[in-house]
């Protein structure tokens, strides 16, 4: 029974469809529910096997990142004026993934026209390991942040050294932190 939850799994991921090239990440998930064809025999099965299963989906669905954020706060647009000034004085690259702020939706969100019909017109949170200033939902990496929290994220590191050589190159900066993080990898679509 394990061996056809496995190949359930591997036919799950290889059958996700990669986000548009247009952007450099990835989008929030949408659900889908997947049976298998002997899905009443599969209820009978015990806990410790259904645990195994979820704890190699997490493993490959998910990655331990440290997030290094310059500031938190509600509005976007105080935040995006920040953003732009550490552009300027610390010289770091932005990269809004193509999403800006929609006031109708409160909302960061792609364009509602966007390439990529899934995700139009919804917050896209960015995912991948990455050296960019943008602005995202702290919620995406901290479970206790409130919703709506946004955060100037600095970057997204794969060790704990780099993100506090990001966090110490943004001088003594009383707003700025950083933490690690288990960040969704996994298909999106």
Known sequence: MKTLYLLLLICIITSCKP????????????????????????QTLQASAKDSVQSETDTINYADYYVVVADTGRSYNTLRGKMFDLNKSLNILIDTMDRGYNKTKDLIALPDNYDDEMYAGDYYPRRSVSDFLSLEYLNQYKSDAKEKTIALVRGIYETKTSADSALLAMGQSKTAFSFKAKVYVGCMH
């Not at 548009?20 to 990835?26: G, I, M, Q």
């Open 19 to 42: 986000k548009p090239a247009k952007t450099n990440s990835d989008a929030k998930v949408k659900p889908v529910k997947v049976l298998p064809a002997s899905y009443k025999s599969t």
